[in-house]
């Protein structure tokens, strides 16, 4: 089966550093993506890992682990405007190469 | 580029009456997905398209729901006869697919669908 677990909600405050994880588990893997999505809006693309290890990019950082079905979002210097929702999803090529999407994390930054 | 570009940005319908939700995917994209969200479920991939071709549509609910892409610049999803069930936010997303995706996908606005 396929399935992808995150924490449902996280409150952090501003200035801070957050952790979202995300675990996976998936017929197949061709990669795994972090969105942001805020409320009454589109997801937008914030990373893109498919190797193991870190990939930094500015204020937000993504982690992958392919042995552990394991990734992280770390957000440094965190913003009032990163309160949002972060969606986990995973690319699975398993019938044609579909993403499929964890619940999403609610981030509060707090001031 | 105008980014994905769906209509309408809301729609309310009757239970029973048919619905069509359009997207106009992002110019020289290749590949088109429809997912709905809600918040008990998140975001389910219904279809997707490649070059204009239906890969997968296991995801489509039911009989009820069919989707076409007669054109890369052009898809639409029906609905009929919607229920109140069918009550979501509909996304419409591209992405140019050369067997590597490393940018993610560009959502559009997407569709807020009330039946009632």
């Known amino acids: 089966g396929q399935n992808i677990d995150q924490p449902t909600e996280m409150t952090a405050t501003e200035g801070a550093i957050v952790q979202i994880n995300c675990t996976y588990q998936t017929s197949g893997f061709n990669g795994l993506f972090w969105y942001q999505q805020h409320a009454g809006e589109a997801p937008t693309f914030l990373s893109y890992n498919v190797l193991d290890g870190l990939e930094e990019k500015g204020r937000f950082s993504s982690f992958l682990s392919r042995s552990k079905g394991y990734s992280y979002l770390l957000l440094k210097e965190l913003q009032m405007k990163d309160s949002a929702s972060y969606l986990c999803?995973?690319?699975?090529?398993?019938?044609?190469?579909?993403?499929?999407f964890g619940a999403g994390t609610r981030l509060f930054v707090k001031a | 580029d105008a980014g994905v570009i769906q209509s309408p940005r809301h729609e309310v319908t009757e239970m029973g009456q048919e619905v069509t939700l359009r997207c106009k995917p992002i110019s020289g994209h290749n590949s088109l997905f429809w997912y709905r969200q809600t918040m008990m479920r998140g975001l389910e991939l219904l279809i997707y398209f490649n070059n204009n071709v239906p890969i997968d549509d296991s995801g489509m609910p039911e009989d009820r729901f069919s989707a076409k892409m007669p054109n890369a610049s052009f898809s639409t999803l029906k609905i009929q006869p919607s229920e109140p069930r069918d009550s979501a936010v509909y996304f419409c997303?591209?992405?140019?697919?050369?067997?590597?995706?490393?940018?993610?996908?560009?959502f559009g606005s997407g569709t807020r669908l009330t039946v009632v």
């Open positions: 999803a995973v690319r699975d090529p398993t019938g044609g190469f579909k993403t499929i």
């Open positions: 997303a591209s992405s140019l697919d050369l067997g590597q995706v490393d940018y993610g996908y560009t």
